[in-house]
């Protein structure tokens, strides 16, 4: 069983910074890319930012120059920094990690979601 434990969500005032986490534990051969989502009420779950396992990042337009994305492949966990935070950014933020079994097959697997809110 391969298990996702998302971490760092919380309330912080416009411009602040939060950092969320992403701890990947279970039967993994290895961890291909790793991606934050986020959804707010009544909208769709959109890409925030993805990392793959050779490094290569990508980001939602909105979020560049603001969030950054980084990994920890010793302990299988991603990180989502996340600065100069906007009421626009409030959402739950998911995690998404595709990876590869002992048996060579991909999977991809959710997070539960951590709450991060923005007040203005």
């Known amino acids: 069983q391969v298990q996702l434990v998302e971490s760092g969500g919380g309330l912080v005032q416009t411009g602040g910074s939060l950092r969320l986490s992403c701890a990947v534990s279970?039967?993994?051969?290895?961890?291909?890319?790793m991606a934050w989502y986020r959804q707010a009420p009544g909208k769709q779950r959109d890409l925030v930012a993805s990392i793959t396992n050779g490094g290569s990042t990508n980001f939602a337009d909105s979020v560049k120059g603001r969030f950054a994305i980084s990994r920890d492949n010793a302990k299988n966990t991603a990180y989502l920094q996340m600065n100069s935070l906007e009421p626009e950014d409030t959402a739950d933020y998911y995690c998404?990690?595709?990876?590869?079994?002992?048996?060579?097959?991909?999977?991809?697997?959710w997070g539960q979601g951590t709450q991060v809110t923005v007040s203005s």
């Open positions: 998404k990690v595709d990876w590869r079994s002992s048996n060579g097959y991909t999977y991809s697997k």
């Open positions: 279970g039967s993994i051969y290895s961890i291909n890319t």
